[in-house]
């Protein structure tokens, strides 16, 4: 059995026990796969730690009460699950601001404070390519982090993202290009 | 910047210690919070699933949706295609002891004609041949067992017709496909027609033996008449089907069967000559019968008296009357006579064709012993249905004349009844009004003749002259 099926079926027994059993602690295993990951997903899109760190609770207090709540719902991947519950979750936000005008004050910035104090070094080069992701749409920015960053197959991005594998491959490639373009301007 | 390295920078953004990565106490403290609070809002009693629920869980998980939706359009053509097979097994399997005019007659036969055209579709001729012989096979068994209604046992006669047609062509197809598994087959085809011959003499001889039943109706007896005859012309086709078979077989086997075939068929004529000389027998004496109450009386002109006391004057004319079938009869006796002699011959030449190894010759010579039994059989058929139609014809003069003077049968029964006690008192006391050819008689011999001849002429409805 390889890693990726081994790290599966434990994915899904830790489900079921969640599910069936209302297990927390198996949750509790869940949220540590994912906590990163999630929290990697919401800050690209919001630029902000506090309420990066917020939406990423709440995201995973949302799944818990989902899969509790529907103990026969049928999921077919844990991993789009917490993304997609991230991405609705992100969409909720950007409407409540909407609404208050509120503007973000490190995206006033344009880059994080902590990128732009160490821009002569390695590390800083690549902190600004996040900038540059930051200015991608945000289709494009989901498939390059979880291509690249996350290092998801094409076919789990695309399962994550809920589009055919096809469109994926062509939506980072597109991605990508756009990024090239943005980057040597 | 090369689109490599773009991917080099993005991939390293997750390793470096980046904003993008989440603060550890973060980590720590959301999840002691987000544990704690899903501990005080879950139920602490587990809700209790059953097996099958959880196994249902389990199974939703594991299986995609489109694999779910496949394997329950799958699960449901299977469930639909088991039941099926399985209701048509159990229907099949309790039909194969219905005989015809049964409720599952109708399925078994469906159920053989869809093997044969499953057989048929696949080209497998050997099967083919099988199936039609089991067919064969079942309607020489129905009809041994079955009731004997005309209309049912037209339409099994008529299958069965069908099936041993059908066996012949089938084989000559096959032996015409592969003459190699049409040797194989050969041995099976022999021994199974071999059987249904058997089965159908034993059908056949039922049959003849109703036929000449005394207290069978002439309809009922026509009707045997009709089966037997139709039972050995298909006994001749099953047999050629045998001798067809038996031409692809090896001269050794073929030999031994043309000799036991031969030899059971001389055995068959013979039997069958003693059996029609019995009919003969009978026939002469049954027919008197029925013709002595009828012919006896109207022709002699006697008196009650006279018929009363005395039956072989009546016996005489009836036998007079029957003479000419009598002479037919016996000529069919003396052609099977002959008959048997030829194929006795033709016996001696099969033998010596067999020894000089020319199989198909003694083929051909059996088939001809097998074309004398055929014509010997409905000649002697023939001649039993004329006798039956004579039989027929005189009961309907019988019903005739019956219904003409039923007043006058009525008191002549009355008569004769007087006439009777007549006879009991002319035995103690000699009267003076005896009749003159009366009175010749031995009024012992009367005696023992006074029940039957009452019984005959009670039937008499011709008491006028009396």
Redesign the interface.
């Known amino acids: 059995m390889t890693n990726k099926t081994h790290s599966m079926v434990s994915e899904?027994k830790l489900?079921?026990r969640v599910?069936?059993?209302?297990d927390?602690e198996a949750?509790?295993r869940l949220?540590?796969t994912y906590?990163?990951k999630i929290?990697?997903f919401v800050?690209?899109k919001l630029s902000n730690?506090t309420d990066?760190?917020d939406i990423?609770?709440d995201v995973?207090?949302k799944v818990?009460q989902y899969l509790?709540q529907n103990?026969?719902k049928?999921?077919?991947s844990v991993s789009g699950l917490f993304y997609t519950t991230a991405r609705n979750t992100i969409v909720d936000v950007y409407r409540k601001r909407a609404k208050q005008q509120v503007v973000p004050i490190e995206e006033g910035h344009g880059v994080?404070e902590?990128?732009r104090m160490q821009k002569i070094d390695t590390?800083m080069?690549?902190?600004t390519?996040?900038v540059h992701?930051k200015k991608l749409k945000e289709e494009y920015q989901d498939i390059?982090l979880l291509r690249?960053?996350?290092?998801y197959s094409l076919k789990e991005a695309a399962q994550i993202l809920d589009k055919k594998y096809t469109h994926t491959r062509v939506l980072l490639h597109r991605a990508?290009k756009k990024?090239?373009e943005i980057?040597?301007v | 910047m090369t689109p490599r390295e773009l991917q080099q920078q993005l991939k390293a953004l997750r390793k470096t210690h980046s904003p993008i990565n989440p603060d550890v106490s973060f980590v720590a403290q959301s999840k002691k919070t987000l544990l704690a609070r899903i501990s005080s809002t879950k139920e602490h009693t587990a809700p209790a699933y059953s097996l099958g629920e959880r196994l249902y869980i389990i199974g939703r998980m594991f299986i995609s949706q489109k694999t779910a939706c496949r394997v329950r359009a799958g699960s449901l053509m299977c469930m639909v295609i088991i039941t099926t097979i399985a209701g048509w097994t159990v229907g099949v399997s309790a039909s194969s002891q219905s005989m015809p005019g049964d409720v599952l007659y109708s399925v078994k036969l469906a159920a053989e004609k869809t093997q044969i055209m499953v057989a048929s579709a696949t080209g497998d001729k050997e099967a083919e041949t099988q199936l039609h012989l089991e067919s064969a096979k079942r309607r020489t068994a129905e009809l041994h067992q079955m009731d004997k209604e005309p209309k049912k046992v037209k339409k099994v006669v008529a299958r069965l017709k069908k099936s041993v047609a059908s066996v012949g062509e089938t084989f000559k197809e096959l032996k015409e496909q592969d003459s190699e598994k049409a040797k194989y087959a050969a041995k099976e085809v022999t021994q199974k027609t071999e059987n249904i011959s058997n089965s159908l003499r034993e059908v056949a001889n039922e049959a003849a033996k109703g036929a000449v039943k005394i207290e069978n109706t002439t309809e009922k007896k026509q009707e045997e008449l009709v089966l037997t005859k139709e039972v050995v012309e298909i006994r001749h086709d099953i047999d050629m089907a045998e001798l067809a078979a038996i031409a692809v077989l090896d001269s050794e086997d073929a030999k031994d069967i043309i000799e036991d075939k031969v030899e059971e068929m001389i055995e068959d004529a013979q039997e069958f000559t003693e059996a029609l000389a019995a009919v003969t027998e009978q026939a002469t004496s049954t027919p008197t019968i029925v013709v002595s109450s009828t012919v006896g009386i109207t022709e002699e002109d006697v008196q009650t008296q006279e018929a009363a006391t005395t039956s072989t004057p009546i016996n005489v004319s009836a036998i007079e009357e029957e003479s000419l079938e009598d002479t037919e009869q016996e000529e069919v006796v003396e052609n099977i006579d002959e008959s048997i002699e030829r194929m006795q011959e033709i016996a001696g030449e099969v033998q010596q064709l067999l020894e000089a190894g020319s199989i198909d010759e003694a083929i051909e010579k059996t088939k001809d012993v097998q074309e004398i039994t055929q014509k010997t059989d409905d000649r002697a058929l023939e001649v039993q249905g004329q006798i039956i139609e004579e039989e027929q014809k005189e009961q309907r003069e019988d019903a005739q004349e019956g219904e003409s003077e039923p007043v006058a049968a009525q008191e002549g029964v009355e008569e004769v009844e007087q006439s009777q006690e007549n006879t009991v008192d002319e035995q103690k006391v000699p009267d003076e009004n005896q009749d003159r050819e009366h009175s010749d008689t031995d009024p012992i011999e009367i005696e023992g003749d006074v029940e039957p001849v009452v019984e005959v002429v009670s039937l008499e409805p011709e008491r006028e002259d009396i």
């Not at chain 1, 690249?148 to 290092?151: F, L, P, T």
């Open positions: 899904k489900l079921y599910q069936a059993h209302k927390a949750f509790g949220y540590d906590i990163e929290y990697r800050y690209v730690h990066a760190e990423t609770h995973f207090l818990w509790t103990p026969q049928r999921i077919a994080p902590e990128c590390k080069e690549v902190e390519i996040l992701v390059i690249y960053i996350e290092g990508m990024l090239q980057i040597n």
